[in-house]
């Protein structure tokens, strides 16, 4: 049996209530979007229609979906919730970070296959020692027919500032979910690990390509090492958002040594290529997903325009031997 799991950036999945600790004015009837219950439903309508066609796409729903940009745990269960989403009976998980804008990482798994045993946020260390006030990793692990997993959703800072002033947090990130993964395998040495987000880096940049050890070739991944299904498609110049007017594979889903076809150690679940093609990930697009060559986003400005997001989701497939 094969299951999905995905990551999906949701854009500014704000409910319409302002929040006196961040900085959400915007998204709220009175704000710059005029961010109303009409729009609010619309955006979880339109969510709901991407997961639905990745569901008749892979034979089900994922198994686990990792999202970033979730302003608090009511957003994500409003968005099971829809019509088009209760067939998952996906359960939520989600815990407030200090982001100033009030966005986080959220989960979202299927308790018929997926087991949780425990979760937590990570709060990130800089190399100078101080920790960073900002978005958290997510991380849970449990069991899928009876294998250990532990999943990182990850939406490391962006390049806004500039990428010489921003790629110290991004590299925290890295090693941040690099290390809790490698205490996770002493207490589970036989433990899968998966790593989703938005990493605000393409696969051959320093914090996914070097401290992360996430390779590009599927038969050259040490032990305790990680390979990246989406180096091969950002090579090729796909990508899931559109950054200084190119696309850009910020989206990825990396996976540890133990899931790979060519790993000789015990049968269990292994990455699979995906629709028999030469490639082990996937960016999920349609042409209703798009507007003028580029995901169709909500806003552009101010201007609502019943979009999706920003960001094209992302995939991967995984079997068990």
């Not at 999945?13 to 729009?39: C, H, N, Q, S, V």
């Not at 804008?101 to 937590?120: I, N, S």
């Not at 990570?122 to 978005?135: F, T």
């Not at 190119?246 to 040594?257: A, K, Q």
Request: aromatic share 12%; charged share 25%; proline share 4%.
């Amino acid at each position: 049996m094969a299951y999905t799991l995905m990551f999906y950036n949701l854009e500014n999945l704000y409910d319409t209530i302002d929040d006196p600790k961040t900085d959400d004015d915007a998204y709220t009837p009175m704000g710059d979007r005029r961010w109303t219950r009409e729009k609010y439903l619309k955006k979880l309508a339109n969510l709901s229609e991407i997961f639905s066609a990745v569901a008749s796409a892979h034979n089900g729903f994922p198994v686990v979906a990792g999202v970033s940009e979730v302003e608090n745990l009511k957003v994500l269960q409003d968005l099971v919730s829809q019509k088009r989403m209760a067939g998952a009976h996906y359960k939520c998980l989600h815990f407030e970070s200090n982001d100033a804008r009030g966005v986080e990482v959220g989960m979202l798994y299927r308790p018929d296959k997926f087991t949780l045993m425990g979760c937590e946020p990570l709060k990130l260390v800089l190399r100078s020692g101080r920790e960073y006030i900002g978005r958290d990793i997510l991380s849970a692990w449990g069991s899928i027919d009876g294998e250990m997993f532990a999943f990182y959703v990850c939406h490391f800072l962006s390049r806004r500032t500039g990428v010489a002033a921003s790629e110290g947090f991004r590299r925290a990130g890295a090693e941040t979910v690099r290390d809790h993964a490698a205490a996770m395998r002493r207490d589970y040495p036989d433990i899968k690990v998966v790593i989703l987000g938005d990493m605000n880096d393409n696969p051959s940049d320093e914090a996914l390509a070097m401290l992360l050890r996430a390779h590009k070739n599927i038969f050259n991944v040490p032990e305790g090492e990680y390979f990246n299904p989406f180096w091969k498609l950002s090579d090729e110049g796909k990508g899931t958002s559109i950054h200084n007017h190119r696309w850009v594979l910020y989206d990825n889903i990396i996976v540890s040594h133990n899931m790979l076809p060519s790993y000789a150690g015990l049968k269990g679940f292994r990455l699979c290529r995906i629709d028999g093609k030469n490639h082990y990930g996937e960016i999920f697009c349609r042409n209703f997903m798009l507007r003028k060559g580029a995901p169709r986003r909500s806003y552009y400005g101010n201007a609502f325009d019943n979009g999706y997001s920003d960001h094209l989701p992302v995939l991967i497939k995984i079997d068990k031997r």
